[in-house]
């Protein structure tokens, strides 16, 4: 890379760049930076890309997590707040540049001074703070960053952040701020359970803020045990690197992926039919989100009431085996992602005309199975997909029976979610999803459908790049 000493510059404009940077209370370096950080987003993205010294083309490479993320940590008043030291140590290997907040309560736990020393850079403490105001300020910091990272989210941050409220420099910046938000949770296993942090939880969750444990185990007051722990650091480091990754644009650019989705209908006659209660917004949602990571997508869907997602080829079919002979016209395909809810029967003949009514006589319906669209296609010995990925819808055992259904349907991965009516998955917005794949079980929390299927494209890429997140 061209590199640039403030010596080479003009008299006159060192001089300009020396006031200016009095002026703003920052060194000439920092004021050299903030001036190239700002022409750079002036000119948008595509100009930085197209910008070479040499007047070349660069090679389009795809941005991973580390290529210049920027993580803002807010540490919480809680016991925890130790291993967030570590935390920025782990972001920092994983060439993440931090920025750092401690809230009052932290400050009691850990000192600006530590915490400083490990991020490198200044830690903002305070609302009210003038010369962090002038050097960065809370709109910047809610700004310049591509992820909020809550680390311990305590119960009382985690009531806050749900109510909006923003009394201080942390609670102002998470309102302020259009970032991804990831809270690690940590607290007593009483403060866990209780009806007010889980309504909070759900509340932050459907809010769109994504959450990492809390863990089960050993808590730091003796003798407690539960649901509580933070975290570990490692873990936090994955989840942050999933989600920088779901916002890493063009992940999945020059892959060719089919996704099937919604019900099929299985006519009994031409007006009546037999269906489930899929709505295809899982499906549909994943499509989307493999389009918008610049996937060339085939989205072939059963009867839904959705709008097509935009940047996808959108093929219609009514019946399982109109499915599979869509799925087959598709291929090949690098990424086959299997999460329409098929039809498992069908009516072996169907009426060609509108069966009538007759009293005290039912008709007898004879079902036959249906072709197994994900079966099939993980099967094939030719043009199988590099990675099939089926669903397991289940009311019960789903973790044993997802793990069945990947040994059973030949698949790589299946991501399993129970779907019991108490759970509102069949039809709702949210999901909460078990990956299975032959090495073990990942539990991604209760999410959005959206958050689910951009999680879903940032684990593809990672494993299509060899490097699991
Ligand atoms: C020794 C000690 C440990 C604490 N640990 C936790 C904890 O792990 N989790 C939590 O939610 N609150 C904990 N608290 C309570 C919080 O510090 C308190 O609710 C505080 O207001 C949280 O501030 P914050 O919103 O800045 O995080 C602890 C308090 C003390 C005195």
């Not at 992820?147 to 102002?172: N, R």
């Not at 499509?287 to 997602?309: E, I, K, M, T, Y």
């Amino acid at each position: 890379m061209a590199s640039l000493t403030v010596r080479q510059l003009d008299e006159h404009i060192k001089k300009r760049l020396r006031l200016r940077a009095a002026r703003n209370g920052r060194s000439v370096e920092d004021e050299v930076r903030t001036i190239l950080r700002a022409a750079g987003e002036e000119a948008g993205p595509e100009a930085l890309e197209q910008f070479t010294p040499t007047g070349k083309q660069p090679e389009r490479r795809d941005a991973t997590a580390s290529e210049a993320n920027h993580v803002l940590l807010i540490i919480g008043g809680g016991i925890a707040a130790y291993k967030s030291l570590d935390l920025i140590r782990r972001l920092k290997e994983r060439g993440l540049s931090v920025r750092c907040i401690l809230t009052k309560a932290a400050e009691h736990f850990v000192t600006p001074l530590s915490a400083g020393a490990i991020v490198g850079r200044r830690v903002f403490t305070d609302l009210f703070d003038p010369t962090g105001e002038f050097d960065v300020g809370h709109i910047r910091l809610a700004r310049e960053t591509d992820l909020i990272l809550v680390a311990p989210a305590t119960a009382d941050l985690m009531a806050k952040i749900a109510g909006g409220h923003a009394d201080d420099l942390a609670t102002t910046v998470l309102l302020a701020t259009t970032a991804k938000i990831l809270l690690a949770p940590a607290m007593n296993p009483g403060m866990w359970s209780n009806k007010a942090t889980q309504r909070n939880l759900a509340q932050l969750i459907a809010d769109g803020v994504a959450v990492i444990g809390p863990n089960e185990g050993e808590m730091a007051e003796s003798g407690e045990r539960g649901t509580g722990r933070m975290a570990e650091p490692l873990e936090i480091v994955a989840a942050v690197d999933v989600l920088l990754r779901t916002r890493a644009p063009g992940v999945l650019r020059g892959r060719r992926v089919l996704v099937t989705s919604g019900p099929t209908h299985e006519p009994i006659d031409p007006v009546r039919y037999i269906a489930n209660r899929s709505s295809g917004k899982q499906g549909h949602a994943i499509a989307a989100a493999a389009a918008r990571a610049g996937a060339d997508v085939v989205l072939v869907s059963g009867p839904v009431n959705l709008p097509d997602p935009p940047g996808v080829t959108v093929v219609k079919v009514e019946t399982a085996r109109a499915m599979l002979q869509a799925v087959e016209h598709t291929l090949p395909v690098d990424i086959g992602i299997f999460a329409a809810a098929v039809a498992d029967w069908r009516v072996a003949h169907a009426g060609e005309q509108k069966i009538k009514k007759k009293a005290g006589k039912m008709p007898e319906l004879l079902l036959v199975e249906n072709p197994d669209i994900l079966s099939t296609i993980a099967h094939r010995e030719s043009r199988r997909p590099k990675l099939v990925i089926g669903f397991a819808a289940e009311t019960e055992n789903v973790t044993g029976n997802a793990k069945q259904k990947l040994i059973m349907k030949g698949c790589d991965w299946i991501l399993a979610n129970d779907v019991s009516p108490q759970t509102g998955i069949m039809g709702g917005d949210r999901n909460t999803i078990q990956l299975v794949t032959a090495t073990g079980i990942e539990r991604w929390p209760p999410q959005s459908k959206d958050d689910v299927a951009a999680m879903l494209i940032a684990r593809i890429a990672a494993e299509l790049d060899g490097n699991k997140a």
